[in-house]
């Protein structure tokens, strides 16, 4: 079973999916160079570094804020999963 069921971020192909387990991006909440929507910063030439919307002046763009409204709504649907499991114990 695939952590995708429970909203979690995997990179496709691996046997045992808590080995290809990827932390998210801090600012989209996507897995970079996989579905991160986080432009390079014109600074510095990092993506998804929260740091860069504070230092460098970036703004989140409209596939950012989209993103990040879907992830919310996947964190939600994550904590229901779990705590149905945990009702079920």
């Known amino acids: 079973m695939s952590l995708e069921t429970f909203g979690c971020f995997c990179l496709p ?3 045992d999916v808590l080995d290809n387990y990827v932390e998210p991006c801090e ?10 929507v986080c432009p390079k910063c014109m ?3 990092e ?3 929260p740091w ?3 230092e ?7 596939k950012q804020q989209e993103k990040i409204v879907m992830c919310m709504c996947d964190d939600e ?3 229901d999963l ?4 945990k009702l079920e114990d």
């Open 13 to 15: 192909g691996g046997s």
């Open 27 to 36: 600012v989209c909440g996507g897995i970079l160079g996989f579905d991160c």
């Open 43 to 45: 600074v510095c030439g």
């Open 47 to 49: 993506v998804g570094d």
């Open 52 to 54: 860069c919307y504070k």
């Open 56 to 62: 460098h002046g970036m703004d989140l763009t409209d």
């Open 77 to 79: 649907r994550v904590a």
């Open 82 to 85: 779990t705590s149905r499991a």
